[in-house]
Each structure stands twice: as structure tokens, then as C-alpha cells.
């Protein structure tokens, strides 16, 4: 009798195994997926993004915006408290956006927020942007994974004692081992999270991830390679939870740099590429192939373009054209810890060489990418996590002053910057789609690279486990977790 009058209790801890150690706290410096995992359990942003990749409410509660889309103003909800017991309120929303605007932070989100002219607080609970330019999708960029609202009084101490809203609270920090988070006991949904808890164990070796799997000493392996999907598939105590995402690898060419600065040697080698044996040769089969970072799961995404089967005749005639007739030799950078994108590079460059692309391979360690390879190289293999709204995924890497295209493959196609612009300035959905449709076709017809596929995201868990499903956003939703005895 007494058991059952008593309060529901929370559901103990889960153990999470990730390959990568944390390098930052803070959530405006945050760079890598195993970061983001952390940063979305401690943190909310304004908006959120749900499993089907709509933007929805989060810290706020509603949002309006004038006709010409250049002030936008959030209303927060009330009542909303940081780890630490303050009160969440507008002041707080101003300070996290100052300070990611702020060169000095170094942040990577300042780039998604060049178009704030201004941010005031116009009211305890209500926050007002002036924007420079219009743009349709201000509130989506605000679930993204940096420009989650941090508390004002607590800045200093986001690297070592990180206070956020989100449902779990930090707890403790073991560089290279393991990360402590506890249950919000004052999270903002009623009755979640369901756990205690949650531990991220760093296990860098992938069949040390695996061997921890499969005896329990972890319930979730986060990114379970995709070589070991089908071991796992019928197996007695762990599942595969599996979710198509816009997450995406490519073979980037530097439009600058020849050969690859004559669009015709790079349809030649599209022309070689055969995207669905791409998927099954470096994902085994665990996505899709795409023509841009938009994936056929996405509503926008051009049914009406096909993928061919390659032509090895009409590359070399493009070759021959462009002055390679007897082709041409070039290298190709992969990053040796990503062992599905040397993959990539390897089928890519097998394929190639039928149109006389003869392409020499070099193994690079991924951590000199940045530094050695990234908008210097001719050509190398590289990805890129999903972003938050359609501008964010093709603006900045296709427009001619976008700040990715500048670091990847410098393309500038004056159809490209008319169509991203115009995006940005129309809230109409279905002018948005046939704009982005017709994006999608121009991007195919000039090639500035090869986007392989859009990959899925995959992660092993303990059936001990109920109500986890996997997010195409890649990071862990455990709000509504519980563990079985």
C-alpha cells in the first residue's frame, strides 16, 4: 500500500560509452559530437528541434516577427530555473548572445548570428532582436547546438562548472574518463527527466565500446559503427536504434585550384561516382545517397533529380574538352581516424580511374585537418553534422560569401546566391520549397564537389533500456528514459 501511494522515483542511471574525450565545457565553444551529446543534456536553447526536424518552443514559449522579418520578439517562459536556483529571465538571453557575437569568445555560432544588428531586453521575460538583413528562419538557428542560453552571473565558470536549464545538472568532469550529470530535480517539464542520472564514459577504442555493450557495463554505445550493426541486429540483450539524418561526407574540391577550377573535370568525376554502391562500400548500407547536405528524408528535397548510373564515356569526353586527354593526376587527403571516410576516398578513388582520374590517396591525421588540408588541399574526404534549418545547412556553404564555402570548396555560382537570398527573405513554405528544389538542381548541373550521402545514425542499446529513440541531430535524448531491474 505504501509503495504504491508513494511518489513515481527516478529510474537510476545510464551508462553512455562515447569514442571522444571532451575538450570543452562551454557551450558556445563546443566543436564535436561527443561535446554536443553533454551540451544538449545541460542546456536548452529558445527553440528545439524534434525527431522530424520541425523547430518548435523551448526557453521560449512563443516568438512573433515584423512583416519585413527583421525584429523578432521571443517571449520566455515563466519560472524557468538555472541549476543553481536563479531565475531564468531576458537579461540572461542578451548576455549569451553578446557574448557568442563577441570575437573574443570564438565562437563557431557567431557566424549563424551575422545578422543581428541588435538585442535588447524589452521586458523580465521578453527579448527583442533587430536584424540588418530579413531572414525567415531567426528562430530555428536558436536550437542549435552552441546557442543554447547560459545564466548571466555565471560565465566564468562555464569551462569548469557549467550551469545550464536543461534536465540534467552537471556533476563532475574527469578529463579522458568520464563525465557526471545528475537529475534537474527543477526542470521546467513536469515529471522529467525520468533517471537519476547520467554517466558518459570516454572509451576511445571502438571493441572496447562494443565489448562493454555487449557485457553491460554500458547501456548505450553512442555511434555504433556501422560495421557492427548487423552483429547486432538479433542479438539477445541489445537492439540497434537507427534514424535517418542530414548528417553527410563528401569529397571536397577546391574550385580555386586545378584541375578541379574547370567545372568539367569536376562533372567528369561525378560522372564516375556511383552514390549507392558509395553507401554500401563506406556506411554498410546505413544511409542514403544525396545530391546536396538536404537528405531524401527531408520535405524539400528534389525528387524529380535521379541518380545515374556512372558514364564513363561522356566523363572522358569532358576531360578530353577540358585538356586532359590522357587524364590527369591529383591527391586526395583522408583523415585516418575516420576510418568510414578513408573508406569513401579509397571506393572514389577506384571508381575515378576508369575516366583516367588517377587519384593517389594520403592518409592525414584528421587532428592537422583544419590547419593543412581544409581550403588548401586540391581534394580530400570530409563531413559535416546536421544543422538546425535549411539556411544554416546550404547558406553558409554554397553562397558566395558564405564562411563555409570559403574554408571547403570556394564556389561561386551567381543562380546559387540568388536563390539562397531569396530563401532567406520568404516565410512562405511553398516558395521556400520550390526555391530550395531548384537549388538542389543547379548544385547537380555545376558540381562544386561530390556530397556522397546523408548517413544514419546509429546506436546500440541495452534492451534494458525503454523510451530511447535515436535523433537525426545526433546527440541523446534521455528526458524520457527509464532502465528496467
Known amino acids: 500500500m505504501a509503495a504504491a501511494m508513494a511518489p513515481a522515483l527516478a529510474q537510476g542511471t545510464v551508462r553512455v560509452a562515447v569514442g571522444t574525450t571532451l575538450n570543452n565545457l562551454d557551450p558556445a565553444k563546443t566543436t564535436i559530437g561527443d561535446e554536443y551529446i553533454y551540451v544538449h543534456l545541460v542546456f536548452n536553447g529558445l527553440s528545439r528541434i524534434d525527431p522530424d526536424l520541425t523547430v518548435k518552443p523551448d526557453l521560449a514559449e512563443s516568438w512573433t516577427t515584423s512583416e519585413d522579418l527583421k ?212 556506411l554498410f548500407g546505413q544511409g542514403a545517397p544525396t545530391f546536396s547536405p538536404l537528405p531524401p528524408s527531408h520535405p524539400y528535397f528534389n525528387t524529380e533529380l535521379k541518380f545515374s548510373p556512372p558514364d564513363v564515356a561522356q566523363a572522358k569526353k569532358l576531360m578530353a574538352e577540358a585538356g586532359f586527354p590522357n587524364g590527369v593526376d591529383v591527391p586526395m587527403q583522408v583523415p585516418q581516424e575516420r576510418e568510414q571516410r578513408v573508406r569513401l576516398g579509397v571506393a572514389v578513388r577506384d571508381m575515378a580511374r576508369a575516366a583516367g582520374i588517377r587519384i593517389n590517396v594520403e592518409r592525414v591525421p584528421f587532428a592537422s585537418y583544419a590547419a593543412n588540408v581544409a581550403g588548401k588541399a586540391q581534394m580530400y574526404v570530409d563531413g559535416y553534422f546536421a544543422r538546425p534549418t535549411v539556411d544554416t545547412a546550404l547558406y553558409p556553404f554554397y553562397h558566395s560569401t558564405g564562411s563555409w564555402n570559403r574554408q571547403l570548396w570556394r564556389y561561386s555560382e551567381p543562380r546559387v546566391d540568388k536563390i539562397l537570398d531569396q530563401a532567406r527573405q520568404t516565410n512562405d513554405e511553398e516558395a521556400r520549397k520550390k526555391l530550395f528544389k531548384e537549388f538542389q538542381a543547379v548544385v547537380e548541373e555545376t558540381q562544386p564537389s561530390i556530397i556522397a550521402y546523408a548517413m544514419a545514425h546509429v546506436n546500440g542499446v541495452s534492451k534494458k533500456v525503454d523510451g530511447f529513440k535515436s535523433t537525426p541531430m545526433l546527440w541523446l535524448e534521455l528526458k524520457n528514459v527509464t532502465l528496467k531491474p
Open 71 to 282: 525584429t523578432w520578439t521571443f517571449k520566455l517562459r515563466d519560472g524557468v530555473k538555472f541549476h543553481h536556483g536563479r531565475t531564468l529571465d531576458s537579461e540572461d538571453v542578451v548576455a549569451t548572445v553578446k557574448r557568442i557575437l563577441d570575437p573574443a569568445t570564438g565562437s563557431r555560432a557567431r557566424t549563424s548570428l551575422e545578422m543581428v544588428e541588435s538585442v535588447d531586453a524589452s521586458g523580465p521575460l521578453e527579448v527583442t532582436f533587430k536584424l540588418k538583413f530579413p531572414y525567415a528562419g531567426f528562430a530555428d538557428i536558436f536550437a542549435d547546438r552552441q546557442l543554447r542560453i547560459v545564466a548571466k552571473d555565471k560565465l566564468g565558470e562555464l569551462s569548469t562548472q557549467p550551469i545550464g536549464t536543461g534536465p540534467f545538472m552537471f556533476k563532475s568532469w574527469s578529463p579522458g574518463d568520464r563525465m557526471e550529470l545528475v537529475k534537474n530535480p527543477d526542470y521546467f517539464e513536469k515529471g522529467l527527466p525520468k533517471l537519476d542520472g547520467a554517466t558518459i564514459r570516454i572509451v576511445p577504442e571502438a571493441a572496447a565500446r562494443i565489448a562493454a555493450l555487449e557485457s553491460g557495463a554500458i547501456d548505450i554505445l553512442w555511434n555504433l559503427p556501422y560495421e557492427s550493426v548487423e552483429k547486432f541486429e538479433k542479438h539477445a540483450s541489445i537492439r540497434v536504434d537507427s534514424v535517418p539524418t542530414p548528417t553527410w561526407d563528401g569529397v571536397i574540391l577546391n574550385n580555386d585550384r586545378p584541375p578541379f577550377n574547370d567545372p568539367r573535370v569536376r562533372k567528369a568525376l561525378a560522372l564516375t561516382i556511383d552514390k549507392e554502391a558509395l553507401v554500401e562500400l563506406a
